[in-house]
DNA sequence: TATTGTTATACTCTATAACTATA
DNA sequence: TATAGTTATAGAGTATAACAATA
């Protein structure tokens, strides 16, 4: 394979498409059967992280539209793992939290992604994972 | 943002994916007047790179599903990119080769790539790009 | 007027199954 | 029987515009 992408596999743009993929696909399943999608997870970590963020403050900082946060919201709050609270300050605002069952699902979903980040820091050698994050972060934050 | 992330931010998975939708981001701006999609460039690179191979095997080589691929070639050959031959060899197979005007378009979108490249390996200071992509090939080979 | 959450919508990307023609 | 290409389709993910309630 390596041979017939020719220039692509010298790319940094190639190369994070396909590294972020295989990466993905390995962490899809370790929290398949806890019927999560990843996009859930890092929900749940942001609100378990920061308890009482608004909705656009949780979107913002992973990235992801407003307007497509609520059916992402709307699946966790469903499913009993967080709520929106409302906000006496300003009746516009939905505060977010976890339920007590929010949290035992985070911190198993939390479980299955380190054991995935172990092997793929393995695989990185000695400071291999910290020096990957740092260069991550750098392409990244523009 | 950083700080409202908490362990995302920790998580190779997770700033895999933030720095490949930014360089994505910046790469399709580079292209977009040439009216080309990544995956077009993409398979314009391998086809210009190994001329004659089949539909299945260029499909392989970029991890892309062979229904999928359909579309994508149709796209090119209708906009005189490229074209199928027929293998007289086996008639089930399309060898897949570029154009003279699909030659031109894919040295425009490699220099356009190529100066975003550039631009990347700069934030990554003196070896950090073959560093980045000795880590990231290693995590998307299994 | 501006912001928060929401709805509706459209477009891309991806995955799967089934068909055809050839081998 | 198996393979190459194809069609159809459904599910995610994402982007945009517009609305109601509230500030």
């Known amino acids: 394979m390596a041979a017939t992408l020719g220039s692509l596999a010298g790319l940094i743009g190639y190369a994070l498409r396909r590294a972020q993929l295989a990466v993905f696909d390995e962490t899809i399943r370790s ?4 019927d999560l999608r990843l996009a859930q ?8 992280h920061r308890p009482g963020l608004k909705q656009t403050e949780v979107a913002a900082a992973l990235g992801i ?9 709307d699946s966790l709050e469903e499913r ?3 709520r929106r609270a409302p906000d006496p300050s300003d ?11 929010g949290e035992r699902v985070l911190a198993e ?3 299955r992604v380190a054991a995935v980040e172990a092997r793929l820091a393995a695989k990185l050698g000695p ?5 990957l994050l740092a260069m991550l972060w750098r392409l990244a934050r523009d």
Chains 1, 2 share one sequence.
Do not use: P
């Open 80 to 82: 009993g793992l967080a």
């Open 31 to 34: 929290v398949a059967d806890l």
């Open 109 to 111: 979903a939390t479980a």
């Open 41 to 48: 997870v890092s929900v749940l970590a942001v609100v378990g």
């Open 91 to 101: 009746r516009r605002r939905h505060a977010l939290h976890l339920t007590a069952e």
């Open 65 to 73: 539209q407003r307007a497509n946060f609520v059916a992402l919201i």
């Open 127 to 131: 400071h291999g994972r910290e020096e």
